[in-house]
């Protein structure tokens, strides 16, 4: 029986340390040496096959779900992270974003779980979209209701705007099509979809407008016409406020790979639509360039969702910091959740 908790554990892990080398660098300058394989002691000077807090975080969470759905557990195990350096890959916390860190802050002066994240709108990185594929299991079979409850309490630990809530919803939903539909069958689905899944959420709603180019953006076919026909309009369109080129058309130029939760899931969806493989997928991620290794972890963990774990290069999984660790949590994850068929 297929265990998709090791699917996103390893997926996750792997195309973080993929990207940890080079986080940060541009990508032109990326384009100099991509990366093809796994390397190291690059920006954070750490050793081949190490990942960052994307997927110690994730691990906190998968750790924590072991033992049921505890929203207090999950935050005491985020706490260790940070404290204790729980979940690293050598006992030492390299990569910390500040939207977590005072989180984390907030949960040690005693703040509930579900009001520790901040809410500000530059409170919207990427953050909680990094970590929350390990929910995939517990919420498989729930109404969308259910699911929404979940995520954006566990999304709201770290991350409590409106817009990250719908990052994670959005990125879990498109992740639950993956294991029934190709990549672009799953966004199609989500696009038909989501509507009507929020309709009594006009919070979320509200947000919608920000993710935009995953369902109503223009088309690079219908971009390059308005340029053509009517140059005049075209210089008075701010592009990045208004309709920009739905994602599915669009080069890698009009693809954005900083830390705003919006650029990683557009970046990530991008990635697995334009390939076909699980090492095409992240890959084609880390070169994106800037946060690289969160590009890298929310691919590889919706990509070894789709191809499955034996597709991950084997070279790559046995290189990975705490492989032992990491296959020891899958299965007693799937343990817990493996009713997902």
């Not at 709108?121 to 909680?128: E, I, K, L, V």
């Not at 979940?150 to 409106?162: E, G, L, M």
């Not at 994670?168 to 539909?181: D, F, G, M, T, V």
């Not at 705490?322 to 959740?337: C, F, V």
Request: proline share 4%; net charge negative.
């Amino acid at each position: 029986m297929r265990n998709i908790c090791k699917d996103i554990l390893f997926g996750v892990a792997v195309g973080d340390a993929l990207g940890v080398p080079v986080e940060f660098l541009t990508r032109q300058n990326i384009a100099k040496n991509p990366v093809t394989d796994m390397i190291g002691y690059g920006t954070h000077r750490q050793p081949k096959g190490t990942w960052s807090d994307d997927s110690s975080l994730t691990f906190c969470l998968a750790d924590s779900l072991c033992n049921g759905y505890d929203l207090n557990d999950i935050a005491s195990n985020f706490v260790k992270w940070m404290d204790e350096a729980y979940w690293t890959p050598y006992g030492e916390v390299f990569d910390l974003g500040n939207t977590t860190r005072n989180a984390i802050r907030n949960l040690k002066k005693g703040c509930k779980p579900t009001l520790a994240g901040e809410t500000g709108d530059y409170s919207n990185g990427n953050g909680s979209l990094m970590r929350i594929l390990p929910i995939l299991p517990l919420v498989i079979h729930l109404s969308f209701d259910e699911r929404y409850q979940i995520i954006s309490d566990v999304s709201s630990i770290t991350h409590r705007h409106p817009r990250s809530v719908l990052g994670c919803i959005l990125l879990i939903e498109y992740a639950l099509n993956l294991l029934r539909e190709d990549p672009l069958s799953s966004l199609n689905t989500l696009i038909s979809d989501i509507n009507i899944n929020l309709h009594d959420y006009p919070e979320l709603k509200r947000e919608m407008t920000y993710f935009r180019r995953l369902f109503d953006g223009m088309t690079s076919l219908e971009y390059h016409e308005l340029k053509i026909s009517d140059p005049i309009a075209f210089q008075k369109i701010d592009f990045v406020e208004a309709s920009m080129p739905s994602i599915v058309n669009v080069s890698v130029d009009w693809i954005r790979s900083g830390g705003y939760v919006v650029d990683t899931l557009e970046a990530s969806i991008w990635c697995l639509i334009n390939s076909k493989s699980y090492q095409e997928a992240v890959l084609l991620a880390v070169n994106l360039g800037e946060d690289t290794d969160t590009s890298g972890a929310v691919t590889g963990g919706l990509a070894a969702l789709y191809y499955g774990f034996d597709t991950i290069p084997e070279k790559w999984v046995n290189q990975i910091a705490r492989k032992a660790d990491i296959q020891e949590l899958s299965e007693r994850l799937n343990k817990n959740y493996r009713d997902y068929n």
